[in-house]
Structures are given as C-alpha cells and as structure tokens.
C-alpha cells in the first residue's frame, strides 16, 4: 500500500488543484487564491447582515457583525441555540449569501462567486465537519472518504489511495472496509473528519464535532482535531456547546444577540 502520508502529499495535492481548477471552470477562482498575500486575514467580515422573512415578519439573525479570524487560529464560537452559529458558519463557507456585508475568505469576497465558483471553491479550500456525521451508509468507510475527491474527477484508484492514508491519519486504517452501521458514534466522526480533510482544505469549519458523543469520546476527537489542526496547518472554527472545550481554543467568542463579544470580557 502507498504509505505517503496526508501532510507530506500536501503540496503535490495542492498544486494538482490548481491543474484540475483550469479544466474544471475554476481559473478565475484559483487567481483569487494566489492574490493573498500570506500576511492577511484567513477570514475578514465585515458589517455582516443575515435577515430571513417569516410569517411573523422580519427575522434579523446578524446587524453588522465583525469577524477577524488570522490564519492558523483556532476559533470556537459559543452561543445558545437559535443564535445563529450554524448560520454563521454557511456563510463563511459559502454555503448560505449574507444579506449585507462583506465575507471575505482566503482574500476572496465569497458571497460575489457564481454557484460553480463557489461549489469549487467549497471542494478544494473548505472542509466541513457536523454534529452528525452524513456518511453514506452504503459505502465503506474509505470509499466515503473518497468521494469528495471522486466528486472533482480524480481516478478511483488514486482516490482510495488518499482515503487510505487519510484513515490512517485518524486511526482508522483497519475500518476501512466497514461500512458506518458497523462504526461506533466516535469512528464515523474520524471517518467524517477525514472525508473533511482529504482534499486538504486551509479552512476546516465545525459544527458541533461532539455534541452527540459520550463525554470520553468527545475528548478524543477534540484532541484528534487539534493535533490535525496543528499538523496541517488549518485554520479551525468551531461551534461547541462545550465551554471546556472553548477555552482550550485559540480564542473564544460568544455569539449572542447578533454580535459576537471575547469569551470572559
């Protein structure tokens, strides 16, 4: 088996990207990538709005809202439910489009991609982790993997290929064959962590990694998300009830009331 490790195929893998951007539509969205200039923000938001029409009128989740997020920071954000943290999070991975404002990510202004900018943009520079794991229970765990790199058109064999090494990155390199129903609640999230990952993304956004593991086996992806962060050199978000959890973050902040405020000021 190829034993070329996620971290050293980094680079080969990130200058592939680039190739398969020209193929793909997605040039125009690689150029905007090369445009950061290593000293600037990984996420700058500025005056961001989110409103949504309801029956009851109006819904107004943010009113100019600021975010800095440098790069290699690990971020936890914390706020009750019905905050809006999901909501944050799909607009900074160009999931859902502000109301107003500006979100820029990597020095690009996400909410001005077209659809096929941004779903190219979300494969090659986001990777995305929920509180329930979305794994295809059909599949084994390495084709599960796979499938985002599949998805933009890499060979099969050569996608296996990167699945293996990446579960082997979480320490699931002897459950590959098992499909999710056979995984316990903590594999299938190393096994979503990795499907996250494989196609080494700067960004990794979190939802709720562990709100749905037993005590013990939160602790553990939240350490196996840290030393990833910090061996890949991500820039990690994370929405956690957990406020253990958050203060063991670069920084915390709370989300509340349509703004966030520094966790302890």
Known sequence: MNQTTPAAASSASRAARERESR??????????????????????VEGLRKTYKTARGELTLFQNLDLTVEAGEMLAIVGQS????????????????????TVYCASIHVAELTPRQAAAFRNREIGYVWQFHYLLPEFTAQENVAMPLMARGMRKVEAMTLAANWL?????????????????????????LARALVNTPRLLLADEPTGDLDGVTAERVFELIGRLHQSHGLTSILVTHNLDLAARCTRALRLEGGLLTQMGA
């Open 82 to 101: 019905g905050a809006g943290k999901s909501t944050l999070l799909h607009i900074l991975g160009a999931l859902d489009a502000p109301s107003a404002g």
């Open 23 to 44: 193929s793909s539509g997605g040039e125009e969205r690689a150029q905007g990538i090369q445009s950061a200039d290593g000293k600037s923000p990984m996420i700058r």
């Open 168 to 192: 082997r990155e979480v320490d699931l390199e002897d459950r590959g064959s098992h499909r999710p129903g056979e995984l316990s609640g903590g594999e299938q999230q190393r096994v979503a």
